[in-house]
């Protein structure tokens, strides 16, 4: 069993397409796969912030359920089953 974290941000849907491709044979090894998808939260609360930064990949609750959705679409065509 492997459990496989990914970061989620605003990041085209392509990139992690490449991402997937690339991870599929590796994964395809284990006989059970998890794979959680973690959202980029908001601004820091460290210093120094970079609200610029933030504003281009921190996402929104309903932007997040979208990137997900599309996320697990994505996995399932790489064959792997359990997400």
Not at 40 to 69: A, I, Q
Request: charge should be positive; hydrophobic fraction near 40%; include cysteine.
């Amino acid at each position: 069993m492997t459990i496989e974290r990914v970061p989620v941000a605003k990041l085209p849907i392509e990139w992690y397409a490449k991402i997937f491709e690339d991870m599929v044979s590796v994964l395809r090894q284990y006989r059970k796969v998890y794979i959680v998808f973690n959202k980029v939260l908001g601004k820091p609360v460290v210093e120094p912030r970079n609200d610029k930064w933030c504003e281009r990949y921190c996402l929104s609750d309903e932007e997040f359920e979208t990137y997900v959705h599309n996320l697990k679409t994505l996995v399932k065509e790489n064959k792997v089953k359990r997400i």
